[in-house]
């Protein structure tokens, strides 16, 4: 899981660089949301979501 997490916040990074004007990054873990339910809830198209490492409540994404 750790590699795992590793690329995920590098892809994260990569994505924060090239963020546009009226995108909003939500956080999760120290200093953001409880869990990443919580930040998936109030975003909308195009913004991101970084979740710091640790453990989380497990969920399941609606299909589109």
């Given at each position: 899981i750790l590699p795992l997490?590793?690329?995920?916040s590098?892809?994260?990074?990569l994505t924060l660089l090239?963020?546009?004007?009226?995108?909003?990054t939500h956080f999760?873990?120290?200093?953001?949301?409880?869990q990443?339910?919580?930040?998936?809830a109030i975003a909308?198209?195009?913004?991101i979501v970084l979740v710091w490492p640790g453990?989380?409540?497990n969920f399941s994404l609606p299909s589109v």
């Open positions: 997490m590793r690329a995920l590098l892809m994260t990074s090239g963020a546009a004007a009226g995108q909003a999760v873990g120290p200093g953001g949301h409880a990443i339910t919580d930040a998936i909308n198209p195009g913004d453990t989380y409540q």
